[in-house]
């Protein structure tokens, strides 16, 4: 492991946010296992490749279905959510394990058991943040919206998705998430930083750890070598709204009252 100290840059974030990043725009390519410190403090982990056998976790990815949606910055991305989602008021929906659950259980499992590689992954190579983080989801989410035996709750899976600059929204304030990396025939699709002026390589099987809430971050382009080419990333994350999810049977109770006194509203209405 090298420790790389780092100062931030004086940059105009308004220029660089949902704009697509650029190889020009980091001086840096971390192709190592490195810690990205700065004033002494750790704010990136990166692992060149994972000491565990991840075949299974690579194959789950190839048969998942993925989801095609079109982001506010306009870019087109393909995705699949997992773990748990907090509730959702429009739609009237519960706290609850997200579709892959019911629809890919298989896939969900195996994505669910790799939380618990990133979280012992986190721990050794940042024990005090790793410890704070494990002790906000032990105080704050049940048993059940928690994946494994980790810290997260949540998670999603990009395919080939060339990610414009932008902040991560909703996680825990100062923890960080957890993203493994798996490519195949592929050139560049680094994950930039261009704050520090570094870009790290995301070679397969690697994992990245940092702060994506307060770090701005992106994806260079997606070089296809082969037709067939894939580039996928894992993110686990913790998700504060999780924080007021009650159990399964209490998020059931809870809509059931809301829709009551909804109903009682309208005809006291009328």
Same mark, same amino acid.
């Given at each position: ?28 390519? =971390?192709?190592?296992d490195t810690t990205l410190l700065v004033d002494g403090k750790p704010v990136c982990v ?43 008021? =429009? ?39 790793? =410890? ?9 989410? #049940? ?12 998670? #999603?899976v990009n395919h080939n998705n060339p990610l414009k600059y932008h902040f991560d929204t909703?996680?825990? =304030? ?55 080419a894939v580039r996928y990333t894992i993110v686990y994350y913790s998700l504060k709204s ?19 006194? #909804? ?8």
């Amino acid at each position: 492991m090298q420790y790389l100290n780092v100062k931030p840059k004086n940059l105009n974030i308004k220029e660089y946010r949902d704009r697509s990043a650029t190889q020009e725009d980091c001086e840096t390519l =971390i192709d190592q296992d490195t810690t990205l410190l700065v004033d002494g403090k750790p704010v990136c982990v990166y692992i060149e490749k994972v000491p565990d056998k991840v075949d299974d976790l690579f194959d789950c990815l190839t048969r998942i279905k993925y989801d095609t949606t079109t982001r506010t910055s306009g870019l087109i991305t393909s995705s699949k959510i997992f773990g748990y989602a907090p509730r959702n008021a =429009i739609r009237n929906l519960p706290c609850r394990a997200v579709g892959l659950a019911s629809s890919q259980p298989r896939e969900n499992e195996t994505l669910k058991k790799f939380a618990d590689i990133a979280a012992r992954i986190y721990s050794e190579t940042n024990q005090d943040l790793s =410890i704070k983080h494990k002790k906000m989801t032990e105080d704050n989410v #049940i048993k059940q919206y928690k994946m494994g035996g980790s810290m997260f709750t949540s998670g #999603i899976v990009n395919h080939n998705n060339p990610l414009k600059y932008h902040f991560d929204t909703g996680n825990y =304030i100062g923890v960080w998430s957890a993203m493994f990396a798996f490519k195949r025939d592929v050139e560049g699709g680094y994950l930039s930083f261009p704050e520090y002026g570094i870009a790290l390589k995301t070679s397969h099987a690697s994992l990245s750890m940092f702060d994506g809430q307060s770090i701005l971050h992106g994806v260079t382009p997606i070089k296809k070598m082969k037709p067939t080419a894939v580039r996928y990333t894992i993110v686990y994350y913790s998700l504060k709204s999780m924080w007021s999810c009650e159990t399964p049977k209490g998020e059931i109770e809870r809509m059931r009252n809301k829709r009551l006194e #909804i109903e009682l509203s309208r005809r006291s209405k009328k």
